[in-house]
């Protein structure tokens, strides 16, 4: 199956630095990749659309300026936590959905752990 | 709006079969997703359904209808390895996915 390939996996930064999360397709191209937050037992709420040549598109409260993401190749998206502050502290996990006939089926990066002291 | 509910928790034995349930609302659909998620990991696919019915992989299977917006996951001769979390999500005109709250499953011996 496709593999989606995500680091670092682990992140502690003081407040106040940016961090930039990395987020490939290893075996396939991703015109689209999506960034997803989940805090603990909580769901995976949807951040961004990630559109490879384009700009992202943003689910609504997530701010533009603060979680910037670049699409610039077909195989990788970054996702850049400016400024993080200890309430940016989350678990960020990136997926992809292979063009072909798994279509209906999302491919999921191990997930960032970022922790803002 | 767009949401979906699943309950929160569910605990079953060892070779027990278990079905968690989804409903859903949205304006756009093109078909329900169920992933399943360890603790610290990452969501792995179980399966989909883009038509009305039942679908079958191995002890999983999934059902939808879409005229009650409604689907369940049903899990068979349960493992204890199959204790996690499991969303359901719907496609959402098929731009991106969006998922449901989550149910925890423990599996007891």
């Known amino acids: 199956g496709a593999v989606v390939s995500q680091h670092p996996s682990r992140v502690i930064c003081k407040s106040g630095t940016s961090v930039k999360i990395e987020c490939r397709s290893l075996d396939f191209q991703a015109t689209t990749m999506f960034w997803y937050r989940q805090f603990p037992k909580q769901s995976l709420m949807l951040m961004a659309t990630?559109?490879?040549?384009?700009?992202?598109?943003?689910e609504q409260g997530v701010e533009k300026d603060k979680f910037l993401i670049n699409h610039a190749s077909l195989t990788l998206s970054t996702l850049t936590v400016t400024s993080a502050h200890p309430e940016d502290s989350s678990f960020y996990i990136c997926?992809?959905?292979?063009?072909?006939?798994?279509?209906?089926?999302?491919?999921f990066g191990s997930g960032t752990q970022l922790s803002v002291l | 709006g767009q949401s979906l509910e699943q309950p929160s928790e569910v605990t079953a034995v060892e070779g027990a079969i278990v079905q968690i349930n989804c409903t859903y609302q949205t304006s756009g659909f093109y078909g329900l997703s169920w992933y399943q998620q360890h603790d610290g990991g990452a969501p792995t696919f179980l399966s989909y359904?883009?038509?009305?019915g039942l679908e079958e992989t191995g002890r999983f299977s999934s059902f939808l209808s879409r005229s009650d917006s409604y689907g369940y996951l049903l899990l068979q001769e349960l493992q204890m390895k199959d204790s996690a979390s499991y969303f359901c999500?719907?496609?959402?005109?098929?731009?991106?996915?969006?998922f449901g709250p989550g149910t925890r499953l423990s599996v007891l011996p």
């Open positions: 999500a719907y496609d959402n005109y098929g731009q991106n996915f969006v």
């Open positions: 997926s992809a959905r292979d063009g072909g006939r798994t279509n209906e089926k999302l491919f």
């Open positions: 359904n883009g038509l009305d």
């Open positions: 990630s559109n490879e040549g384009s700009k992202a598109t943003y």
